[in-house]
T-cell receptor, first 111, second 113 residues
Framework: QQQVKQSPQSLIVQKGGISIINCAYE??????FPWYQQFPGKGPALLIA?????SEKKEGRFTISFNKSAKQFSLHIMDSQPGDSATYFC??????????FGEGTQLTVNP | KAGVTQTPRYLIKTRGQQVTLSCSPI?????VSWYQQTPGQGLQFLFE???????NKGNFPGRFSGRQFSNSRSEMNVSTLELGDSALYLC????????????FGSGTQLSVL
């Protein structure tokens, strides 16, 4: 029940395209859903986060869509750039800083 | 503002040894969490400290322990190292509020031979 399932495992997108990564969870106590971006040799960096009282949050080219009834949330990267090539992790927590992470998606944006 | 600092950056140990990893959080942050990252298991929560007290603990054996000092700096210790302990150990700090943003360091890459 603590798991967060993430797909796809890897994703290749052309420059300017839209990258979409999906996550699903089971634990209804989760109330905070962040996305992290990780480059090789670096720790994860917070990209954007959402709480279940809203269905969508947008920051620049990054948008989280949240479906509470389906227990799913997704990250959309608009106008994807080669610099966005990284590993992306969704995560969830229940009223605490203990995060449960998805398996990660390796995104490659071809020029 | 300086970020989360982890030392050492790389570490090579042999089975049976013990190791201590260090983490200096962002100034003013009172919560420090530790995560283990491996290709097979992904990112897994080890434990969290807040104001020198362990506030949360993951599902790791007792060989994994930690502590936090009065200046919020934290150390993580692994005793009797096993080959499977080879991983990137990440420290993250947050201001302390529950559900707050986590800021990660670059990690300590531990190799157990």
């Amino acid at each position: 029940q603590q798991q967060v399932k993430q797909s796809p495992q890897s994703l290749i997108v052309q420059k300017g395209g839209i990258s979409i990564i999906n996550c699903a969870y089971e634990n209804t106590a989760f109330d905070y859903f962040p996305w992290y971006q990780q480059f090789p040799g670096k720790g994860p960096a917070l990209l954007i986060a959402i709480r279940p009282d809203v269905s969508e949050k947008k920051e620049g080219r990054f948008t989280i869509s949240f479906n509470k009834s389906a227990k799913q949330f997704s990250l959309h990267i608009m106008d994807s750039q080669p610099g966005d090539s990284a590993t992306y992790f969704c995560a969830a927590s229940a009223s605490g800083s203990r995060l449960t992470f998805g398996e990660g998606t390796q995104l490659t944006v071809n020029p | 503002k300086a970020g989360v600092t982890q030392t050492p950056r790389y570490l090579i140990k042999t089975r049976g040894q013990q190791v201590t990893l260090s983490c200096s959080p962002i100034s003013g942050h009172r919560s420090v969490s530790w995560y283990q990252q491996t290709p097979g298991q992904g990112l897994q929560f080890l434990f969290e400290y807040f104001s020198e007290t362990q506030r949360n603990k993951g599902n790791f054996p007792g060989r994994f322990s930690g502590r936090q000092f009065s200046n919020s700096r934290s150390e993580m210790n692994v005793s009797t190292l096993e080959l499977g302990d080879s991983a990137l150990y990440l420290c993250a700090s947050s201001p302390g509020g529950l559900g707050g943003k986590l800021f990660f360091g670059s990690g300590t890459q531990l190799s157990v031979l």
